[in-house]
Each structure stands twice: as structure tokens, then as C-alpha cells.
């Protein structure tokens, strides 16, 4: 059974920072690309970044470049988001996503929320 589990979420301050993990099980974690999404209430799931397989590609939505950044640690097969800068704008529940060709499996998600 294939599992996603995202950790590290909370209240933040704005200026300050977080760093979101997403450990996955029953999954080959290396035959997979990654992503994170978020998604604000009253408003659709958005992409925020996504890695490769082996780490050597990064792709990060324009609203979080410069701020976010994604890696992933394929010995612990977990994923990483750290975020600095956070803007009131980035509340949202993050979800860790994992994809073959499309976005296969997802997590529950954690819950950011950044005060003004």
C-alpha cells in the first residue's frame, strides 16, 4: 500500500520559514518524480515545484522561486520543501504528490498558515 505522509506544517510568522517533509512507503521512491501542490480555500490545487528522480531537475512556480525550494533524499525516500520568505499568500494544506507520467499518488497534507 503505497503511503505519502507530509509533516511540518504550522503558524508562521510572515519573513519567517518552514520546512515541509513527505516520507513515502510501498513504493519503488526512485522510479518516481515528486511534487508538492497547494491549495487554498475557495480557491483550485496548484502546482508549487516538482524533482526528478534522482534530483538533478527542479522546477518551482513562478509565485515560489526564489523562496521555496525542493529536494529529496532517495536513501530516506522522503522529500523536501523548504520554504523561507513566507507571504500571508502561502497559506494553503501542502500535499506531496508522487508521478510516473501523471500524478499517481497523493498525501493527506499539512496545513500552512502564515500571519501578517
Known amino acids: 500500500q503505497v503511503q505519502l505522509v507530509e509533516s511540518g506544517g504550522g503558524l508562521v510568522q510572515a519573513g519567517g520559514s518552514l520546512r515541509l517533509s513527505c516520507a513515502a512507503s510501498?513504493?519503488?521512491?526512485?522510479?518516481?518524480?515528486m511534487g508538492w501542490f497547494r491549495q487554498a480555500p475557495g480557491k483550485e490545487r496548484e502546482f508549487v515545484a516538482s524533482?526528478?528522480?534522482?534530483?538533478?531537475?527542479?522546477y518551482h512556480a513562478d509565485s515560489v522561486k526564489g523562496r521555496f525550494t525542493i529536494s529529496r533524499d532517495n536513501a530516506k525516500n522522503t522529500v523536501y520543501l523548504q520554504m523561507n520568505s513566507l507571504k500571508p499568500e502561502d497559506t494553503a494544506l501542502y500535499y506531496c504528490?508522487?508521478?510516473?507520467?501523471?500524478?499517481?499518488?497523493w498525501g493527506q497534507g499539512t496545513q500552512v498558515t502564515v500571519s501578517s
Open positions: 504528490a508522487a508521478a510516473r507520467t501523471q500524478w499517481d499518488y
Open positions: 510501498g513504493l519503488p521512491f526512485t522510479n518516481y518524480d
Open positions: 524533482i526528478n528522480w534522482i534530483g538533478t531537475n527542479t
